[in-house]
Nanobody, 124 residues
């Protein structure tokens, strides 16, 4: 099993920045790709960004491109999502997710492990 623990959510004003972290523990060798999904009230969960642990290959949703940056610190088993120029529509619960495999799929069902989520609220 892989355990994922998110941190860094909170309340920020429009145009502000937040840094989300996800620390993996347990059988971390099984988490070869790790990323973020988000779910806003009344909406379906959607892919945000992901990165492969070994190659550092990244994938972003269109809504995240140019504003969000995903990175990883392999020795610390930690992945970070830097979010800039935040908008009210970025308000959601953000979930860290991981999977075994080199690809970066965008469907939540392709991920095997999930964190509890962290709330991000962007106020106008």
């Amino acid at each position: 099993q892989v355990q994922l623990e998110e941190s860094g959510g909170g309340l920020v004003q429009v145009g502000g920045s937040l840094r989300l972290s996800c620390k993996a523990s347990g059988r971390t060798f099984s988490a070869t790709t790790i990323g973020w999904f988000r779910q806003a009230p009344g909406k379906e969960r959607e892919f945000v960004a992901a990165i492969s642990w070994s190659a550092g290959t990244t994938g972003y949703a269109d809504a995240a491109k140019g504003r969000f940056t995903i990175s990883r610190d392999n020795p610390k088993n930690t992945m970070v999502l830097e979010m800039n120029s935040l908008k009210p529509e970025d308000t959601a619960v953000y979930y860290c997710a991981a999977r075994t495999g080199a690809l970066i799929p965008r469907r939540g069902s392709d991920y095997d492990y999930w964190g509890q989520g962290t709330q991000v609220t962007v106020s106008a």
